[in-house]
């Protein structure tokens, strides 16, 4: 289904199931979410408060200097929580490098997240623990994995799916479009899911896109929709709609959710120098948590011991992020050398064997030094 507007950052015509106000708005897509009932609303609410609040700690852990750099995440909880939770687990998650949201959803060991970002690894977790890549930082080389791994999915025989993540300036990158080429031309089973959050860095999506974003991948064979981004429900149906044509052979789709980023780039990023506060206050009226929380008011879902569980919850789980970032160990220096490639070869042996007799020459004289005092 392709979704047309008339401006890249616009928001008319998106598919939106939950308005901006908290009211839930009938849609063909309300089908693909019979099955969220009360109990499904507050889990979706407390996945997003959770994952909001583990956002503000690690970048609270860098401006006190446990962090060297965090790419925050801060306004597009739905679309990682609502995207997130439709996927099962055998399908497989290609990600940049905002998408902790998603590697909440997908299990992931929080301290594991930090690791990069502390400088104590050159990578996260284990891929096949939660069926997750670690966070791609080349910006979109993540969609040609995607669609190589969907591309396996067929040969298998399987009818899991691949998802890749990425945002609006990526897609002006070579390898996102490459991508789209083989995805179409294979019907590979993959989702292009792109978070339209209307900065690649300082630069404004219309810069770069003067239509919607979701008006190219027609142009590879691929169909698109437009979603609120917002909206965690819409998000949730929308992707579900991707992952059952997948399934069925029915190839790749592209999902643009139209969202905004509400903090920096990255820690790194001052977005003051570059965005206009007043755009800052429309979208912070369209925040993807108050809209589900005032829906769950109005329905009487959203009693004080239901807030405050998820509070505390959502503290817990900060502490927890907290207490794995200070206490992690230093790396030894031979840690440069561990997997690197899949198998021992050669080539990093000899390295390594270079480097541990440079380090035993150090401490060779400094102890000659010591002994000479």
Request: glycine letters at 10%.
């Amino acid at each position: 289904m392709h979704l047309n507007d008339s401006t890249a950052g616009g928001t008319e015509g998106l598919v939106q199931l939950i308005g901006p106000g908290g009211e839930r708005r009938e849609s063909p897509y309300d089908r693909w979410v019979s099955d969220i009932d009360g109990a499904g609303l507050q889990a979706l609410y407390e996945d997003m408060v959770v994952v909001r609040r583990i956002d503000a700690e690690a970048t609270a852990l860098q401006r006190q200097g446990e962090l060297a750099l965090w790419p925050p995440l801060l306004g597009q909880e739905a679309a990682q929580v609502g995207s997130g939770r439709a996927l099962r687990e055998d399908d497989f998650v290609f990600s940049s490098y905002r998408e902790n949201g998603v590697a909440y959803c997908r299990g992931v060991d929080l301290t594991e997240v930090l690791r990069v970002w502390r400088g104590n690894a050159s990578s996260g977790w284990d891929p096949y623990s939660i069926n997750m890549a670690t966070p791609q930082v080349i910006i979109g080389a993540q969609t040609l994995h995607a669609t190589g791994y969907a591309m396996g999915i067929l040969n298998d025989g399987a009818d899991s799916a691949a998802v890749t993540y990425f945002g609006d300036g990526a897609t002006s990158q070579g390898d996102v479009n490459e991508a789209m080429v083989f995805a179409a031309s294979f019907q590979a089973p993959v989702i292009f899911f792109c978070q339209n959050n209307h900065w690649a860095i300082s630069e404004p999506v219309g810069l770069q896109a003067h239509v919607p974003i979701a008006n190219r991948p027609p142009g590879f064979g691929i169909p698109s929709v437009r979603v609120d981004g917002n909206d965690v429900l819409a998000c949730l149906a929308v992707t579900r709609e991707a992952l059952d044509r997948a399934r069925t052979g029915g190839g790749p789709t592209f999902i643009e959710a139209v969202t905004y980023r509400m903090g920096p780039h990255t820690t790194a990023d001052d977005p003051t120098r570059y965005r206009d506060p007043n755009e800052l206050e429309d979208w912070a009226a369209r925040d993807p948590i108050a809209r589900l929380a005032a829906l769950l008011d109005a329905g009487g879902l959203l009693p004080a011991e239901v807030s405050d569980a998820v509070k505390a919850k959502a503290d817990d789980v900060a502490a927890r992020l907290r207490e794995g970032c200070v206490s992690m160990p230093e790396p030894a220096a031979l840690d440069v050398f561990k997997h690197v490639y899949s198998e021992p070869n050669s080539w990093l042996e000899r390295q390594q064997d270079h480097y541990e007799r440079y380090l035993a020459f150090l401490n060779a004289s400094e102890s000659s030094s010591e002994g000479s005092r």
